[in-house]
């Protein structure tokens, strides 16, 4: 495995940090830090059960983007807007003399889109890439964007992208994407965990945090809990059919590495994690709903 450490761009608000994940496989992601505190600390209190997790751990929720450079280089996701600057510096660094070839989009929110416009604007030749369907893309400037559908793939050179159905929706026009050569399967705002900046897991892949203080059962807890906070319609599933859909899903894509948007990488031994996220998403399906009558 790669263990260069994360290059920060930035501070507080503002920053990123850069990782690869593979060779050719970079991880962007912005983190807090000494910030969680003053933004996460209330994080539980909305829960109907704050009082029985974990209440005195103070989080943070990072946002994060994927860069694969290849002959083509595709860029998954954007962050935010309020990390523009440092993001555009670490493209610079990842990309060095290469061009951004497509920035991919997997569903229109800041932590996910809202930095496309000004990535594109330095990357004007990139081609912006999103989900077929969308009625609304002139307001978010991805008009003219080359709209994919779950199966098409794209070839970057050694790297080939499929785009996946997305199997929990956060919002109406939603998509994943799979990278063939290294299994690496981006989530968007499914199965993802937390971490503590004040126990130095900012920018850490879960196997580093798993060496420290964080356990499987606090992963299958925070399954639970982004689950429960991304996914209100849970209140209407069923838990059985919930967890037959995610072993369906894995068999039909050979998974190596976990990449959502909002936790820490899932870089080896994948499959041992399945049993824990389909345990966070059957309790996550029996929490109470406000929204439930």
């Known amino acids: 495995m790669i263990n260069t450490p994360a290059k920060l761009f930035g501070e507080g608000l503002e920053r990123v940090a850069v990782r690869p994940i593979t060779e050719n496989i970079w991880w962007i992601t912005h983190c807090l830090g000494d910030l969680a505190a003053e933004f996460y600390a209330d994080y539980f209190a909305v829960l109907p059960n704050a009082e029985e997790y974990a209440g005195k751990r103070v989080v943070d929720y990072p946002f994060s983007a994927f860069l694969i450079v290849d002959e083509k280089s595709m860029l998954i996701d954007t962050v935010g807007p309020k990390q523009q600057d440092a993001m555009m510096e670490a493209l610079a660094y990842m990309l060095g003399d290469k061009t951004l070839d497509y920035i991919w989009i997997s569903h229109i929110e800041l932590p996910h889109a809202g930095n496309a416009a000004v990535i594109k604007r330095r990357y004007p030749e990139a081609k912006l890439v999103t989900l077929a369907g969308g009625d609304h893309y002139e307001l978010h400037a991805l008009d003219k964007a080359i709209q994919v559908a779950p199966g098409d793939v794209m070839t970057l050179g050694r790297h080939e992208v499929e785009m996946v159905d997305a199997l929990f929706v956060d919002h109406g026009l939603s998509q994943w994407c799979f990278e063939r050569t290294t299994g690496l399967m981006f989530t968007a705002d499914w199965a993802h965990n937390?971490?503590?900046?004040?126990?130095?897991?900012?920018?850490?892949?879960?196997?580093?945090?798993?060496?420290?203080?964080?356990?499987h059962d606090l992963f299958v807890d925070d399954v639970k809990v982004?689950?429960?906070?991304?996914?209100?319609?849970?209140?209407?599933?069923?838990?059985?059919?919930?967890?037959?859909?995610?072993?369906?899903?894995?068999?039909?894509?050979?998974?190596?590495?976990?990449?959502?948007?909002?936790?820490?990488?899932?870089?080896?031994?994948?499959?041992?994690?399945?049993?824990?996220?389909?345990?966070?998403?059957?309790?996550?399906?029996?929490?109470?709903?406000?929204?439930?009558?």
């Open 194 to 215: 937390l971490h503590e900046p004040a126990c130095n897991e900012c920018f850490m892949f879960l196997d580093e945090m798993l060496a420290g203080q964080y356990t």
């Open 226 to 293: 982004n689950a429960w906070y991304q996914f209100p319609w849970l209140a209407w599933a069923d838990e059985d059919e919930i967890v037959t859909a995610v072993d369906r899903f894995f068999e039909q894509y050979d998974v190596k590495i976990l990449a959502p948007s909002h936790g820490n990488i899932i870089r080896s031994d994948f499959k041992q994690y399945i049993p824990m996220i389909k345990e966070g998403m059957r309790r996550a399906v029996q929490m109470p709903f406000s929204n439930h009558l």
